[in-house]
């Protein structure tokens, strides 16, 4: 539990919020491990061997270290600007975007973007996507015709942790 809270925090620091820890990003989303460690141990308690075990038990993989351990970063999922080096490659002909019944109205008409976020996060199975979707309220899952897409030249991208990427989901290529 401990770990969770110290996790969702790391997250915080390495997507979205690295100021909060007087942690920078380099263009590539690298935090150097020192910084993160100091800035984290201005409000809680971390150490090395505790991040190390965060790394390797995060039930999600959101984050990784460099070879050296030096630098860590968070795999997907940011809204600063940086370059994960994400693997762009052909996606199955059916990924699942999973959402809150709340936002339907406004995807019906728009289709999914991005929001705060550098990609679209979509799933490879049913259930994850309503995992997903529980996070925003009574759960909806969206089926997404990604191989309809690739072929009509959109790109896709798959993280380190599995979870697929895209820029955009225009409406037509949306079912429920
Ligand atoms: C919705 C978690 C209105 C979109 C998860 C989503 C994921 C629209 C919400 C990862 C819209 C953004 C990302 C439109 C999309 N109108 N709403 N046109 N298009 N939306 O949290 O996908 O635990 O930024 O459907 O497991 O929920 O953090 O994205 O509901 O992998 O590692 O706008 O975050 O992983 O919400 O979640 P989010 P998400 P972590």
Redesign the pocket.
């Given at each position: 539990m401990r770990n969770d809270s110290l996790s969702k925090y790391i997250?915080l620091i390495l997507?979205h919020h690295p100021e909060i820890a007087d942690v920078t990003l380099d263009s590539h989303g690298w935090a150097k491990v020192s910084d993160l460690i100091a800035g984290i141990n201005k409000t809680r308690h971390i150490d090395m061997a505790m991040l190390e075990e965060i790394v390797a038990n995060d039930k999600?993989g959101?984050y990784s270290f460099s070879e050296d351990k030096k630098y860590i970063r968070a795999n997907?999922?940011h809204s600063i600007n940086v370059d994960v080096e994400l693997e762009e490659c052909e996606p199955p002909e059916i990924l699942y975007?999973?959402?809150?019944e709340k936002?339907t109205k406004?995807?019906n008409?728009?289709?999914?973007?991005?929001?705060?976020?550098l990609y679209?996060?979509l799933?490879g199975d049913y259930d994850?996507a309503v995992?997903?979707?529980r996070?925003?309220g009574k759960p909806v899952v969206y089926v997404v015709k990604s191989g309809e897409m690739f072929r009509e030249g959109y790109k896709f991208f798959r993280s380190v942790n599995g979870?697929w990427l895209t820029k955009e989901v225009p409406v037509n290529y949306l079912a429920d």
């Open positions: 997250s997507r999600k959101r997907q999922g975007h999973g959402t809150g936002f406004s995807i008409a728009e289709g999914l973007n991005s929001g705060t976020r679209v996060h799933s994850t995992k997903v979707g996070r925003h979870v």
